[in-house]
């Protein structure tokens, strides 16, 4: 759980739910807390880092090792293909989609391209860049309202903002899509 973006909290609101939800009769469960400060295992209270050589822990002394891994980090790095990539590394198997189709499918602009070359129908979409884009008022001219504006490499919710016609501040929403 948690990741290194602005959606760790959600993470950590998954994470409860998997908790909550899974049969420990069935499977021997263990939280892992990702974060940009290191890889971490609680155990009652006490902290200790995963080892990353091998994606293991060590319990009362013992080392343990994964048979699976459930993701559920929401954001970098759970759904962008880097955790996936490591784990194909190790050769350890996970719930998710591939590392690949995660990098694919966290940048908007190649999924809708990909998405629209395969016959799918997208709606139309317009890809800025920070330094070098159209004025909101140059824009307005093209886009049918309501819209969104998202970050093209993000999670679901961060940075989202629905300008619901021109008089609403497009400008803003932009702005908060590439902080």
Known sequence: TGGYSGEAQISYQSAKTIEKNIDPEKFDHYKIDITP???FFDNNGERSEVDKNDFSISVNGQKILFDAVLIGIHGTPGE???LQGYFDV???PYTS???AISALTFNKRY????AAFSGI???NSVLLFKNNYQS???LVSNLQFPVFVKPNNGGSSI???KVNSPSEELGAAIEKAFR
């Open 37 to 39: 400060n290191g890889w």
């Open 80 to 82: 962008d293909g880097k």
């Open 90 to 92: 190790l050769g350890l």
């Open 97 to 99: 989609c591939d590392c």
């Open 111 to 114: 999924t809708v391209a990909v």
């Open 121 to 123: 129908k997208v709606a």
């Open 136 to 138: 909101p008022d140059e």
């Open 159 to 161: 940075g989202m903002s």
